[in-house]
């Protein structure tokens, strides 16, 4: 049974229910795509660590997967920027 601080992330404002799927700023739900949640959640893993794309593709894509890696990646990356621009800073603690 995993901890309820494995499935709660606090970093700012923001707040991340890994279990639910679901990201919130000061408790409202903001919309956010599968992949870019996921990418999210592997970057919370490692506040004020360098993640590499490689790090990134081996925990959002399965080996076996056929996907234009970079852009899926670029995609995920831009709507988390597009959420960052519209909501506040990203603040990732480290």
Do not use: Y
């Not at 408790?27 to 970057?43: A, D, N, S, W």
């Amino acid at each position: 049974m995993r901890s309820e601080r494995a499935e709660i992330q606090r970093f700012g404002t923001f707040e991340v229910d890994v279990r639910s799927g679901e990201l919130r700023r000061q408790g409202v739900r903001i919309k956010l795509q599968e992949q870019p949640f996921h990418v999210l959640t592997v970057l919370l893993q490692r506040p004020g660590e360098v993640v590499t794309r490689e790090e990134l593709r081996s925990q959002n894509w399965p080996a076996d997967t056929f996907v234009d890696f970079d852009n899926s990646l670029n995609t995920a990356i831009n709507k988390l920027r597009d959420q960052q621009a519209t909501r506040g800073s990203w603040r990732f603690g480290g």
